[in-house]
């Protein structure tokens, strides 16, 4: 029974690894991939061991001898080391997915607020020109702070390239993922999430 239950959930494994892995492919985030694959690995291996071991000792291929103190040290690490193995896993899961929620959140908490507020590539230009003026750090300017009004998020910079103005918008306490706030000269505001917040926006 043990051996029948633990390579179904060994089979059930790899099928949601690999599930994970094409969730993620069509997304295009690779982390993602890496991670379903990883995870899906180690929990199949685990539930593998578990059943070939069951199975072998079933059939008499294993023979059962009394364990001494060594062995309970051996089979106690082996749990602690798979087991912190799947819980660093699985924390990293969740929190890669807090963090994609968490941007995708301030995406569109950044488009509203660009549209209540009539952004344009005027106001854009505007901030830029104002940053031009300032020898301080990029950080804490007025005018690049007022140009969207983005709940738990910091205007960190903004761009004109031709006839297009971008905003860079980081959600507080993440350095993962950032949101580009796209405004043209018709007035078509854009929002997306990017991973790359340190080449997010044109070069000025």
């Known amino acids: 029974m043990l051996a029948v239950t633990a390579g179904a959930l060994a089979v059930l494994s790899a099928a949601g690894a690999v599930l994970g892995a094409i969730v993620a492919a069509s997304e295009r985030d690779l982390g ?13 291996t685990f539930w593998r061991w578990i059943c070939l071991g069951a199975w072998y000792r079933a059939e ?30 699985l924390w990293a899961a969740v929190a890669t997915q807090e963090d994609e929620d968490r941007a995708d959140r301030t995406r569109d908490q950044a488009e509203q607020a660009a549209e209540r507020s009539n952004l344009t590539l005027t106001d854009v230009q505007r901030v830029v020109a104002a940053r031009r003026d300032v020898t301080a750090p990029e950080r804490g300017i007025p005018e690049l702070e007022a140009l969207l009004d983005v709940p738990d998020a910091e205007i960190v ?34 929002a997306r999430v990017t991973s790359t917040c340190g080449s997010a926006l ?3």
């Open 157 to 190: 910079d903004a761009v004109v390239e031709g006839d297009q103005g971008s905003i860079l918008v980081m959600p507080d306490g993440q350095l993962s993922r950032c949101v580009v706030v796209t405004v043209d000269g018709a007035g078509v505001i854009d």
């Open 202 to 204: 044109p070069a000025d």
């Open 60 to 89: 008499g291929r294993i023979e059962t001898t009394p364990v001494g103190p060594w062995g309970v040290v051996g089979r106690v690490l082996t749990v602690l080391v798979l087991g912190g193995l799947v819980v660093a896993v």
């Open 32 to 44: 993602r991939i890496l991670l379903a694959l990883v995870t899906g690995l180690l929990v199949a």
